[in-house]
Every structure is written in C-alpha cells, then in structure tokens.
C-alpha cells in the first residue's frame, strides 16, 4: 500500500473534524420514530467511521521501520484510541472469549484478531479471559499503542537501564548462568480498568517489555508500528524477570564499564525497589494464543 504524498497528521485531523461536524448536522435535524431510527443507523455508521479514521491517522503516521511518530503524531491517534469504544470493533462481554474457563482444563486461551495489517503497521484486538496471561515481552523496535476497552487487567513493564550495553566487556561479568541477566528499571505495577486512557511505549522507553495478566475478562485494541517481523529482525522475545536482589557478583561491570563508577552504582543503590533483573526465556509451554477472523466494522485500504 502507498501513502499519498500528503498523507500528513493535519490531513488526518481535518478528516476527523469534518466527521464530527457531520455528525452533529446529522442529529439536529429530524424527529419521532424517524430520528430514532436515523440516531441507530447513525450508530452503527459511527462505528465504522471510527475504527475507519483511526486506520486512516495509522497509515498517516507509521512511514515505515526505523521511524517513531512525532509528539503531535503520537497525541492525535493516543486521542483517537481514547474515545474507542467497545462497539466500535465489533465487541461486547457477551462474547465467547471473556467467558470463564475451568481451571481444570489449564490455562485460559488468548484469542488475537487482526483488523489491519501491512509492512508499517498492524491493528490488532486481544481478547483475554479471566486470569488469562500474555507473559513478560519485548517490542523491538516498534511504538505500540494499547488501549483497554473492555474489563480490567493487571500490567507491570519494564525498561532496559542501559538500551545498547558494551557487550565488548561482558567478559567481566560472571561466568554462571547469571550472565545472561540484565538489568531492567520498572515503569508500570499497577491495575487498570476500561475505561482507561491509552498507554504508549516506544522502541527503548515507555515499558518496552510488559507483561499482561486479566483480573476480568478484557479486550485490548494494539497498534504496532511497524509489526513484528522474524524476516526483518523483530522477533518477540519473552523474558522471566528476578529481584534486584538476586543481581550476581561483577555485573556492574559489564553495565557501566567500570568498577570505580561510583556515582552510577549509588543512584542504582538508591533505587532498589524499581530494579529488577531479566533473563531470555523461550515462548512458554503454557501459553495459548489463537487466531479468528475478524468481525468488526470493516475497513478501506483505497
């Protein structure tokens, strides 16, 4: 797909207005049973448009890998996605993905829909049921905008407490399984609830690594930009993180370089408590995901 050449935010921003401004001509007018009628369909054309400019603002703003959208890039769709509702992909708690599992049949399974997806960018929706958990993982690369829609759900992130280490010192570091710790500082501990407000990371901030875990039932609209790609070296890859108090003997050595850097050593000292250590897993056994097809409003590409 080919991005206009003046594809910019304002253009997109401009689009949105005028849908509003439509919208509200459109409900002055009229009255009775055929306003009713009109306020319903206007409801279900309000759905479409929605999700509609917000894979317009997308296409917009993710230029391809190796780019991170603007502040006032990254304002307009964080405020697309706040104003998200449920309906306007297609969702409701009655759906057969929020129903409880036994626990007796293992772990619950999480259901993954795609809305949209090319080279720049994906549009996807999760669906996770009670107690379901998308283990701690990273995002290479990718800004990613997660929006929670539907019930409530647990979420601790971290970020890396150096993004690039020297790995030409890693011989300083201890010879044990421990080496392959490294060290993340926590962003987000904390219980959210839908409606919320949208969160956002980005390529090395913002909680590149999170972890989900579903408290109620819940359904969750992430944008990725660019997606995951094993061809283009941007696997996911799944991390077990451990307390700061675990760290092994030497590995300071390995992340500032040098043993005397004191001023380093104190202020990660100080901070402890926000400090864990995180160690490459591979994709665990218990994890379940699965694919449907996606039912929600459709789409156009044109």
Known sequence: MKVGEKGDVVGAEEVERAAVAKRRRAGEGGGGAVGRRGRRRGGMQGAAAGVQRLFQACRHVFRGPGTVPKPDEVHLLRA????????????????????????????????????????????????????????LHNHPGMTVFSKLVLGSMHVKSYDWVDPEPDTSVSSCSSSSSDSELRLAKLVVDDVFTAPCDTSVLYPTTGGNMHRFTAIAPCAIIDILGPPYSIEEDRDCTYYTDFAYTHRPKGWFVFLFGAADDTGDLNNVEQDQARLAWLKEIDMPRELKICSVQYRGPPISDK
């Open 80 to 135: 697309m996605l706040d104003r998200m509702r449920p309906e306007d992909v297609g969702l409701s708690p009655d759906l057969k993905f929020f129903r409880a599992k036994d626990a007796t049949q293992g772990p619950p399974t999480i259901t993954h829909t795609t809305i949209y997806k090319c080279p720049n960018f994906s549009m996807v929706i999760l669906f996770l049921p009670r107690n379901a958990v998308i283990p």
